[in-house]
């Protein structure tokens, strides 16, 4: 259990950029189209501790993805300030999120509703249709949420 928290939250740069990546691989987040631009990140002491991606496609639709929070550090409201954190400097909406049935509460708080996949603009219903075919999901409650 980490104690004394003193999180720095900043746009990433090309520095962070191997600490993001290992980061989303030990968490099972999204690394495809990796470009570090596109990434917030949260800090301890210049140690990163958490990551949140700002996805653009291909129709300038927003997609929040790549939300990791190293484990030491889960539960201690770090995740919800790197979604504050990208809402406020993303100004672009709708903004989508494809994420697990089981955590539909904890981006309704942020204004997230559910939005069926069929309702979803063509980009960002092909990338659903992409996730939900992947093997890893097949297991999972795969929905999507936009906010506007
Ligand atoms: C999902 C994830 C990013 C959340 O990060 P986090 O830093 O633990 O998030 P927070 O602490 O802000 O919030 C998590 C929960 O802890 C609660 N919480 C926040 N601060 C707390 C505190 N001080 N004490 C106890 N609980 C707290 C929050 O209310 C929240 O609950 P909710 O989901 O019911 O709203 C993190 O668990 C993670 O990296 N998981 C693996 C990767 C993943 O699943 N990413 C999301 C893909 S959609």
Redesign the pocket.
């Known amino acids: 259990m980490v104690n004394k928290l003193n999180i720095v939250y900043s746009q990433a740069n090309s520095e962070d950029e191997l600490d993001i990546f290992n980061l989303l691989k030990e968490?099972?987040?999204d690394r495809s189209e990796f470009d570090v631009t596109k990434f917030y990140v949260a800090k301890d002491d210049n140690n990163l501790v958490?990551c949140i991606r700002a996805k653009v496609f291909d129709n300038g639709c927003l997609e929040l993805s790549s939300?990791?929070?190293d484990k030491k550090?889960?539960?201690?409201?770090?995740?919800?300030k790197l979604v504050e954190e990208l809402l406020v400097k993303e100004i672009t909406r709708p903004i989508f999120?494809l994420?697990?049935l089981n955590?539909k509460?904890?981006y309704k708080?942020f204004g997230f509703n559910i939005v069926e996949p069929s309702n979803l603009p063509d980009e960002f219903k092909k990338e659903y249709e992409r996730i939900v075919s992947l093997p890893f999901a097949k297991n999972l409650q795969v929905i999507a949420m936009m906010i506007e």
């Open positions: 968490l099972g987040g958490g939300l990791a929070v550090y889960q539960k201690r409201g770090i995740g919800t999120i994420t697990e955590k509460n904890f708080k």
